[in-house]
T-cell receptor
Framework: AQTVTQSQPEMSVQEAETVTLSCTYDTSESNYYLFWYKQPPSRQMILVIRQEAYKQQNATENRFSVNFQKAAKSFSLKISDSQLGDTAMYFCAFMTTGTASKLTFGTGTRLQVTL | GAVVSQHPSRVICKSGTSVKIECRSLDFQATTMFWYRQFPKQSLMLMATSNEGSKATYEQGVEKDKFLINHASLTLSTLTVTSAHPEDSSFYIC????????????FGPGTRLTVL
């Protein structure tokens, strides 16, 4: 079974600064997908970024980038130039490939962006 | 594109009654839909996976007779909480996956169920 660990229950960052959210996972699979989802107060799950395990290049989406270390089973999210609208819960998630493509979520990190 | 809706967004019911929650993929066909439960300040826990035209697969510890799932078409899945009790009060979220080769799920906005 896969497990996803987010060791930071809460983080705070000032507007325009950079913050990194940590995520580690455990799996015996060789190919899989990793995701970061954002859940703002509206509780709508929003995909922030995704990484395919077979790709060595770290994914980037505008101000969001990941540091994917496959050997260490680490998948951190860096948010640059933080904005007030980034305030939300952030969930790291793991998905196996193939027919049983279930998402396994971490416990989440609550990020507060302050003025 | 890739919009998933849920109805209702909020529901309050009396203990012992049944409640049905609908999940629809609006602009794509979803071969697989998923139902999650989220308690306050906690993560999403997968309850079951449903494939169109077949029986749902429930996660360990989820009562299939309590949480009835029907995936009658490629755009609609329903979750019925039968004989609801206060401990069933929670936030229920569905997601939809366009196909087995499409490794991404699109989430609905969720349904807050309160059982009095």
């Amino acid at each position: 079974a896969q497990t996803v660990t987010q060791s930071q229950p809460e983080m705070s960052v000032q507007e325009a600064e950079t913050v990194t959210l940590s995520c580690t996972y455990d799996t015996s699979e060789s190919n899989y997908y990793l995701f970061w989802y954002k859940q703002p107060p509206s509780r709508q799950m929003i995909l922030v970024i995704r990484q395919e395990a077979y790709k060595q290049q770290n994914a980037t989406e505008n101000r969001f980038s990941v540091n994917f270390q496959k050997a260490a089973k680490s998948f951190s999210l860096k948010i640059s130039d933080s904005q007030l609208g980034d305030t939300a819960m952030y969930f790291c998630a793991f998905m196996t490939t193939g027919t049983a493509s279930k998402l396994t979520f971490g416990t989440g990190t609550r990020l507060q962006v302050t003025l | 594109g890739a919009v998933v809706s849920q109805h209702p967004s909020r529901v309050i019911c009396k203990s012992g009654t049944s409640v049905k929650i609908e999940c629809r993929s609006l602009d794509f066909q979803a071969t697989t839909m998923f139902w999650y439960r989220q308690f306050p300040k906690q993560s999403l826990m997968l309850m079951a996976t449903s494939n169109e035209g077949s029986k749902a697969t429930y996660e360990q510890g989820v009562e299939k007779d309590k949480f009835l799932i029907n995936h009658a078409s490629l755009t609609l899945s329903t979750l019925t909480v039968t004989s609801a009790h206060p401990e069933d009060s929670s936030f229920y979220i569905c997601s939809a996956q366009p196909g087995l080769s499409y490794n991404e799920q699109f989430f609905g906005p969720g349904t807050r169920l309160t059982v009095l």
